[in-house]
């Protein structure tokens, strides 16, 4: 017999909670149940990303929007594939990861934008994160800071296999993660400039390759809940390249990092399968 243990959530939500996995009604934020049935979640940032990519999928419908979550599906190699955004920062991430975590999603992987930071990463280049920097507050409410932000091996796999696949020039490497988007691009003007500045140049002589403000949270959020993440990211500019005076194309154009995200939710699926 399957007991099943029914707790009231502080906002009057109630899970059903069986054999330690949830049967869910929606979740609070997200507005999603188990009833979608994917694993698999690619999760931008902007929820006006969310059609753009979903249009990479199969039969791909409007599933819902609340607050900054927006929610579409579809189908990649027989498998549903939601596509939710997160919003900007870490809060508000670690919510999505957090219930679509409790809806059933095993694997997540972002698609976002950031700044480069080496001279050699280029707008348009992309860049697939192997680790972030966790220089932001959400994932100190989770882990202490000496944990690192890794991403799964086999997420960067698939990732890489899938820019060469596709011939895009790409990087891997650490990431920085903050919560502040004018502490980094006004930094003169903050109370502790100075700090940030300093901290910014260790960033870059450690290597950082650029710079975006959810990857810490998305990998130790995930690595908290046994689940695998992975990361990649179109760059849009790089800052340091304009200060030593080369050129410094603007690329806004998403096109790269998404296909690359499809193409590696493929590979992971079949891999998977395969495991089966």
Same mark, same amino acid.
């Given at each position: 017999? $399957?007991?099943?243990?029914?707790?009231?959530?502080?906002?009057?939500?109630?899970?059903?909670?069986?054999?330690?996995? *949830?049967?869910?009604?929606?979740? *609070?934020?997200?507005?999603?149940?188990?009833?979608?049935?994917?694993?698999?979640?690619?999760? &931008?940032?902007?929820?006006?990303?969310?059609?753009?990519?979903?249009?990479?999928?199969?039969?791909?419908?409007?599933?819902?929007?609340?607050?900054?979550?927006?929610?579409?599906?579809?189908?990649?190699? /027989?498998? %549903?594939?939601?596509?939710?955004?997160?919003? $900007?920062?870490?809060?508000?991430?670690?919510?999505?990861?957090?219930?679509? *975590?409790k809806t059933g999603v095993r694997t997540f992987l972002r698609v976002g934008t950031c700044g480069g930071?080496?001279?050699?990463?280029?707008?348009?280049?992309?860049?697939?994160?192997?680790?972030?920097?966790?220089?932001? /507050?959400?994932?100190?409410e989770y882990m202490p800071v000496e944990f690192p932000a890794v991403a799964n091996f086999q997420v960067?796999?698939?990732?890489?296999?899938?820019?060469?696949?596709?011939?895009?020039?790409?990087?891997?490497?650490?990431?920085?993660?903050?919560?502040?988007?004018?502490?980094?691009?006004? #930094?003169?003007?903050? #109370?502790?400039?100075?700090?940030? @500045?300093?901290?910014?140049?260790?960033?870059?002589?450690?290597?950082? @390759?650029?710079?975006?403000?959810?990857?810490?949270?998305?990998?130790?959020?995930?690595? *908290?809940?046994?689940?695998?993440?992975?990361?990649?990211?179109?760059?849009?500019?790089?800052?340091?390249?304009?200060?030593? %005076?080369?050129?410094? &194309?603007?690329?806004?154009? %998403?096109?790269?990092?998404?296909?690359?995200?499809?193409?590696?939710?493929?590979? @992971?699926?079949?891999?998977?399968?395969?495991?089966?």
């Amino acid at each position: 017999m $399957i007991r099943s243990l029914s707790v009231t959530m502080r906002m009057g939500q109630t899970i059903s909670k069986r054999r330690g996995d *949830y049967a869910l009604e929606k979740q *609070y934020h997200i507005n999603l149940d188990s009833s979608h049935g994917a694993k698999y979640a690619i999760v &931008p940032g902007d929820p006006e990303r969310v059609e753009e990519i979903a249009k990479y999928l199969e039969d791909p419908k409007f599933l819902t929007a609340k607050r900054e979550y927006t929610s579409w599906m579809g189908k990649l190699n /027989g498998e %549903n594939v939601l596509v939710t955004s997160t919003g $900007i920062g870490g809060p508000s991430a670690a919510i999505a990861i957090e219930e679509l *975590y409790k809806t059933g999603v095993r694997t997540f992987l972002r698609v976002g934008t950031c700044g480069g930071m080496q001279l050699e990463v280029v707008g348009g280049d992309i860049v697939i994160a192997t680790g972030s920097i966790r220089s932001e /507050g959400t994932t100190r409410e989770y882990m202490p800071v000496e944990f690192p932000a890794v991403a799964n091996f086999q997420v960067v796999q698939a990732l890489v296999q899938a820019a060469e696949r596709l011939g895009y020039k790409y990087h891997t490497g650490v990431v920085h993660s903050k919560d502040s988007f004018y502490g980094q691009h006004d #930094p003169d003007r903050m #109370p502790i400039g100075q700090e940030l @500045l300093n901290r910014w140049d260790a960033w870059i002589k450690a290597g950082a @390759l650029a710079s975006e403000m959810e990857s810490a949270t998305l990998f130790c959020v995930s690595s *908290y809940l046994k689940a695998r993440a992975g990361c990649v990211l179109n760059v849009i500019w790089n800052q340091e390249r304009a200060k030593a %005076n080369l050129d410094d &194309p603007h690329h806004l154009d %998403n096109t790269r990092a998404i296909t690359t995200a499809i193409e590696a939710i493929k590979i @992971l699926i079949d891999r998977d399968k395969a495991k089966r």
